[in-house]
């Protein structure tokens, strides 16, 4: 496994910022509840019929191919002035100068490869995040398509990352497989094992296998199947398409806003949205690391583990890592932090931080990952978690 050492040799990527640890005030603490009304249904082939037929038609690209293709040019670090809050050592990079400025689309959710195995996958160390495309600028537009973007974090490699279109197989009126963009906010990813999970609010998941991506024509803008039998994808090179549905089946309605994984206690974490006041939920689902998917009861559904209710306002990105929780909130600002048996705490942090993900790292400290989505000012970083547990 590599250290974060390692992922620096190629580019000058750590600020120290302000003192020891950041400030830190007593804040309600979440509240165990019962998990029965929590049930999932999962199935990994909710798309079999058209996903297979596309399968066969479209060539196949592993991960380390798309990465060797990388066409776009991340930089290192930038945009810490927007950040004065955090304490310690930062790590991390930005997009380019186009991405960081487009309105158009916004980062939300992150995963990386030491989520997926503990360390590389296919030979690479990534991180990962998720985006969605509005049709204009502003706050009022659809979302038009959704998007993972791959970037290289390992001297190993240049400092490139690859987009991917995320698309939904299906079966058209003329019996053609056939594909079309998904219109997801993705505001919660996840990746563990072959599987990349994305979030689709109340509705549940979506489930991507990342040993299915196809290459596409990339010289028109279409989306999915042309006139003259070709599969396009608006420009994009690669499209990674679903293959599974995670589905709410207890009395919970849950909402997915965010998505964390969590190695120490092997299972995903999902939190809700609360937009101004009220109790929400943290919810806790086991997975299997012999079949690296969710683990089913004897009834063939998912329950979880353990729930919680919370009061915290705007939560963006939660995660937690043996038992531990981390919750990051834009509005107030402040990543809330609890450990069962303990009392919660709120330290000083950033507004505009999406997703986040624990980054287990044998050979230096844990890492706590994030992006920022703010227009003109964002930035991948990732500080020291025990400055904010």
Not at 78 to 89: I, Q, R, V
């Amino acid at each position: 496994m590599k250290s974060m050492l390692a992922s620096l040799a190629s580019v000058v990527l750590v600020i120290v910022l302000g003192g020891a640890a950041p400030a830190a005030a007593a804040v309600a603490t979440p509240v165990p509840i019962s998990t029965a009304p929590f049930a999932i249904k999962v199935d990994y082939a909710a798309y079999g019929a058209a996903a297979t037929r596309l399968d066969a038609l479209l060539p196949n690209v592993t991960v380390a191919a798309v990465m060797d293709d990388a066409n776009y040019d991340r930089r290192g670090l930038c945009n810490t002035d927007s950040l004065p809050k955090l304490a310690g050592p930062l790590t991390g990079f930005c997009f380019n100068d186009a991405d960081t400025t487009d309105c158009h689309t916004f980062p939300q959710g992150l995963t990386t490869t030491r989520d997926a195995t503990g360390g590389d996958y296919d030979g690479r160390q990534l991180i990962v995040t998720s985006w969605y495309q509005k049709s204009e600028c502003g706050s009022d537009y659809d979302t038009t398509r959704t998007k993972v973007i791959l970037a290289d974090w390992d001297a190993d490699h240049p400092n490139k990352y690859r987009k991917l279109m995320l698309v939904q197989p299906y079966i058209d009126a003329a019996g053609n497989p056939n594909f079309r963009p998904y219109l997801l906010h993705a505001s919660g990813i996840s990746w563990y094992g072959h599987y990349l999970y994305v979030s689709n609010g109340s509705t549940g998941l979506e489930i991507f296998d990342m040993r299915k991506i196809w290459r596409v024509d990339d010289t028109g803008s279409g989306i999915g199947r042309q006139s003259d039998g070709s599969y396009e994808s608006a420009g994009y090179k690669y499209v990674l398409p679903s293959v599974g549905t995670v589905r709410n089946a207890g009395t919970s309605g849950l909402q997915w806003s965010t998505l964390g994984l969590d190695r120490a206690q092997l299972s995903l974490v999902t939190t809700e949205w609360i937009e101004t006041a009220g109790t929400r939920h943290a919810v806790r689902y086991p997975l299997d690391a012999a079949t690296q998917a969710f683990k089913p009861g004897a009834d063939g559904l998912v329950h979880a583990t353990q729930a919680l209710n919370y009061t915290y306002v705007h939560v963006q990105g939660a995660v937690s890592h043996n038992g531990r929780w981390w919750f990051g909130a834009s509005s107030p600002v402040g990543m809330y932090y609890w450990e069962p048996g303990t009392s919660a705490r709120m330290f000083e942090w950033e507004g505009w931080t999406e997703g986040l993900s624990y980054w287990e790292d044998a050979a230096g400290p844990d890492l706590l990952w994030t992006v920022s989505e703010q227009l003109d000012e964002r930035v991948v970083f990732a500080v020291e978690q025990a400055r904010y547990s």
